[in-house]
Each structure stands twice: as C-alpha cells, then as structure tokens.
C-alpha cells in the first residue's frame, strides 16, 4: 500500500465518523422532537 492509498484510507475514515456524528446527532433530535410532541397530546388528552 502505497501513501495515497493510506491517505485514502484515512479520509474515508474520517468522512465515515463524521457521517455517523451526523446521523446520531438528527436521531437525537428526532427523539426530542417525539417527546415534545408526547408531552403536548398528554397534556391535551390527559
């Protein structure tokens, strides 16, 4: 494996981290989101 190949790598890599920050960081909005929502129909219905 020459140097490109290893910087390649490594950026992938990188780029995959960041993906997978990105997906966590909207799955715990979402989930916020759901509970606001929860807690108003509670309110509402409750």
Not at 2 to 25: A, M, P, V, W
């Amino acid at each position: 494996m020459d140097f490109k190949e290893q910087e390649s790598d490594k950026t992938d890599l990188e780029y995959d981290g960041r993906k997978i920050s990105n997906n966590y960081k909207n799955l715990v909005q979402k989930l916020k989101s759901m509970r606001e929502i929860i807690n108003l129909l509670e309110k509402k219905f409750l």
